[in-house]
């Protein structure tokens, strides 16, 4: 990121600078050229002298060029570390800030920094000599002419009228020389910026965005392949993954065109992989865990290519955003509506958990065929949370949704959910059967450990209590401990409500 900042800044600024000197150029070589010319024909004498001089005026510099060259490079290189380094610092400085490493990156800024005002320094010796070479030389040149004209009039072989005429024909030759060294130094500043332009340039898509099917939007079941996963279509269906990594990598797949390369998930018996990139993405969205908001007003980020059935107001309402847009309309001068109001880069204006609903709404907004959701509530409240799950499940019916997450709350809401372990598919089925039946699912969404995971198979309480005899059936019952024996027993059946959830998570929050 660093060094496309650098280069969409001072290097393309270095390119446009070499492309005007060049035109500056052509025209002071003309005028050099034609002066020369009509000093010969006015008065050759003189004029020899004129010619000889001027290409050695301007081929003197071209030995140090080589040099001078080589110093802007390193210069250009330690400035585009500095940027590099500059604009991650400030991607990551909340994090930064969270674990106290603001210090130990803005010494190495400084260093960094430090070392581009050494290079440059180095770099502006050398173009300070070729600058003074350029003005001595001149000056040499017109001594010379001036004594050599000296000469010639003593002797009566050109008038007094005519050296001065030579020598104001010199003297209008000095500033087209400028130009000489202006050109030699675009030429040795924007070489090593348009190498780098030009390997920007080059980039190009890792995976392919043309495909080997015709455009069109398929319909039907998600299935992975890969993993086994199968997303029914027009359901609200759960992924529970122990890995978040594994599960990112697995939103990406269930998009198409994943930038590594493997077996394409399947919408409708149709990969993914073999549509054009539009077409797979019109037909599935994705939504990582990090969603960026770009700046502009509430209004602009939500201006995005939809099919027009949700309405702003409706994806908004569903992501649970009412105090966000409390907050924007409070937090803007002149903004009365709050759709009006500005949001900064990034949304950095924003805590983490407004920024998660305003991008989860602008996806519910776009209304796709298959909306997958990674980690849409990570950083949400519980009780927020459980209102974005049922507002979710409301505005997405009759729509393919797939969400990964393990939340109770939203895999609570969950028409159907997906465990996978160790990259498949291991069980199937909604939140309370797993809960029930399958304790590696259990672990992960309790976050109970090892220890307690082999406690609650041998059949022994965490807390020392006698336990009870119990079946695969009821062993829910773990799930509900310091609830009170009536929850315990609620939970077991399989009847937790859901007053039940946000009341014991209060309790929770309360201890913690």
Known sequence: AGEVVAVSTGDVEKIGWFVEAVSRFT????TVVLVCAALVVYQPALGVVVVVGLPVLALAVLPLLPRATRRADVQRDKAGRATELASDTVAGLRVLRGIGGEEL???RYR???QEVRHAAVRSARMWALISAIQVLLPGLLLIAVVWRGVHLAREGRIEVGELVAVYSSVMILTYPLRHFEEIAMAYSFSRPSAKRAARVLALERATDTTGSRAAETPGGDLYDPATGLLAPAGRFTAVVCGDPDAAGRLAERLGGHPPEEGTSALLGGVPLDELPLKSARTAVLVQDKDPVLLSGTLRELLDVPASGAVGAEDALAAAQCGDVLTALAQGSL???DPMDARI???????????RQRLALARSLITDPEVLVLDEPTSAVD???EARIAQGVRTLRAGRTTVVFTSSPLLLDRA????????GEVAAVGTHRELLRTEPRYRAVVTRETDEETATLRDGVPAAGRPAKSRTDDDRGVDRGEGFGDDRADALSDGALSDDDVLHRLEEIEETA
């Open 27 to 30: 025209a002071a070589a003309l």
């Open 105 to 107: 990156f803005l010494e």
């Open 111 to 113: 260093g960094a920094s």
């Open 334 to 336: 002149g903004a009365d």
């Open 344 to 354: 900064t880069e990034r949304g950095r204006s924003l805590s983490g958990g407004q």
């Open 382 to 384: 519980s009780h927020t």
């Open 415 to 422: 028409d159907r959910i997906v465990f996978l372990h160790d």
